[in-house]
């Protein structure tokens, strides 16, 4: 609470000299508006200006801006997942847990359970980020998003047959998203099935140049081919979209 009135009292100061000092009752209630204005643009701001860190890839800026934030304006689910996205993508697990864990308990929607799935996939609890999925399809049954996590969960679980039939759906609604295209890529390599493999990678980066993920899956398809032209030309793609916003999901705070 002090936090909070310090800076609503700097911010009237900051306004001008006059509203400061005058003792007339408009101004002070112009001044009173004016300071709600300004917070709310702060907040607004200060929420883009982590968004903007996590794409860049300033993960400890962005984990530090949201912890100023709820420090100042108290825990919100916005500033919680924000946090907990920077710190997967930082590799510290069990903060991002934290914090993704409470935004679930805060807001139980499709968005914060496809994010606490997402933080337990990236670190290896794929059975976890499984089950984090089905609660988010009872949620939104046939969600195509949804639908394509469960695929990445799958795959990495070794499950070809349940990834396989996940694929087929996703692709009917999503005929021609890159991350569908890139799931397909995983898979046909799995299988050793490469030239398929390398078709559904190329694919990918024809529905979404900026899909980094795509070039990933292209260079290991490459490496297996033993095509080195096309393995160096994928790593030279993937390493100059470090830190690229690409297409898929940019309007929804989940991780990718």
């Given at each position: 609470m002090k936090n909070c009135l310090k800076t609503a009292l700097m911010l009237i100061c900051a306004i001008g000299a006059v509203a400061c000092s005058s003792s007339k009752k408009e101004p002070e209630a112009a001044t009173a508006q004016q300071v709600t204005e300004t917070q709310e643009a702060l907040e607004t701001n200060d929420y883009q200006t982590i968004v903007d860190m996590i794409y860049s890839a300033n993960y400890k800026g962005a984990i530090q801006l949201a912890t100023e934030v709820m420090d100042r304006d108290g825990k919100s689910v916005d500033a919680l997942t924000l946090r907990g996205i920077a710190n997967a993508k930082m590799g510290m697990p069990y903060p991002a847990y934290a914090d993704l864990l409470e935004a679930v308990k805060m807001d139980r929607n499709v968005d914060t359970l496809i994010n606490l799935g997402?933080?337990?996939?990236?670190?290896?609890?794929?059975?976890?980020?499984?089950?984090?999925?089905?609660?988010?399809?009872?949620?939104?049954?046939?969600?195509?998003?949804?639908?394509?996590?469960?695929?990445?969960?799958?795959i990495c679980l070794d499950d070809t047959d349940n990834a396989n039939t996940l694929i087929q759906m996703t692709l009917a609604d999503f005929p021609g998203d890159a991350v569908s295209y890139t799931n397909v890529a995983i898979m046909k390599h799995i299988l050793e099935q490469h030239d398929e493999a390398r078709r559904a990678a190329e694919m990918a980066i024809a529905a979404d140049p900026y899909y980094r993920p795509a070039y990933q899956a292209l260079y290991r398809i490459c490496i297996s081919q033993k095509d080195s032209a096309c393995r160096q030309e994928a790593e030279r793609q993937h390493n100059m979209l470090r830190g690229q916003i690409f297409r898929t999901n940019t309007t929804k705070r989940t991780i990718k």
């Open positions: 997402n933080a337990l996939r990236m670190n290896g609890l794929c059975d976890r980020s499984l089950d984090a999925y089905k609660q988010a399809l009872a949620l939104s049954p046939n969600n195509p998003e949804i639908l394509i996590n469960m695929t990445n969960a799958y």
